[in-house]
């Protein structure tokens, strides 16, 4: 198996792990629940040697240096430690954690005002985080875009923890049309629409830019979608700082995409180029936090992106 393609990557630990992890957060507490960690990461680090790899290879970008055993195995411990607190953050136990956030005035301004936004996330950290936001405040709509068959015994366990889980989330598994049209729907309502932007699918329109040293692929398509719907678009970083403690951060990056018809290339690609700079900006300062346990940085190919379409969706 190609290990850049994170698409097909097996599920880590399989379902009955992915349950038996969850039944000893449920009913033992999380204090039972991280002293299991350290098995489960001696586990990965032992048996998952692809995603030992790279980690070893993230670490050693970003150190200028090889990555010692302890680091990788730190590496794989946090990403663990944030999966466990998945199971708390969802069925609502957030008092368990020490959560500050900053950047929320002008996302809740948007909000207020009844406008849609679109979040955009990534693979640093714990995106579920950003469910405390809308927990604080009822209020709120949230919509996350994902794949429900990928890693689908986590989605299962935490649909159970949070049976309105379902009820939020934009299919990505869907036709192209059809989620730009639900995400269109979302906006309208005055919701947050949640999408990670940092993985590229092998065979998706992506741009390259650079990120610790060498240039990664990213995807094109959520930054087209923003452009075809005119939203606002936020960046979210719920960045796990050991602990109970996480820091949630958001950070206005566009009041509208706008990417003209003539020189959409250029556009795209500086788009991509800012957000992969404050990427790596938080990536630096919770360097254990990068859960893309597969090579980021595989030279596939750079397929040229999809043209930029000219009408924004109809009934808009």
Known sequence: MNEADWKHRPEGGGRFAIRLIGGIARHGGRGIARACLYPITLYFYCVRGAERRASADYLRRLRGRPARALEVARHIHTFAATILDRVFLLAGRTGL???????????????????GVLV????????????????MRPDLKLRVLMDRAHNAAITELLAELDPKLADCIIDAAQEGTAIVLAIQQALEDGAMVALLVDRARPDEPAVAAPLLGSD???????????????????????????????????????????????????????????????LEHHLREAPYNWFNFYDFWHPQDRATPAPVPADRPAGQ
Do not use: C, M
């Open 120 to 135: 955009f996330g990534s693979h640093l950290g714990s995106f579920d985080a950003l469910r405390v936001l809308a927990r």
């Open 97 to 115: 954690f020490d959560i500050r956030s900053s950047g929320t005035e002008p996302l809740l301004q948007q909000l207020d005002q009844g406008r």
């Open 216 to 278: 990664a692929a990213f995807p094109a398509a959520p930054w087209l979608i923003a452009n075809a719907l005119k939203a606002p678009v936020v960046l979210a970083f719920g960045l796990y700082l050991g602990g109970n403690r996480y820091d949630l951060r958001f950070e206005s990056f566009a009041e509208v995409v706008d990417i003209p018809r003539r020189g959409p290339a250029e556009i795209l690609s500086t788009l991509i180029h800012r957000y992969a700079s404050r």
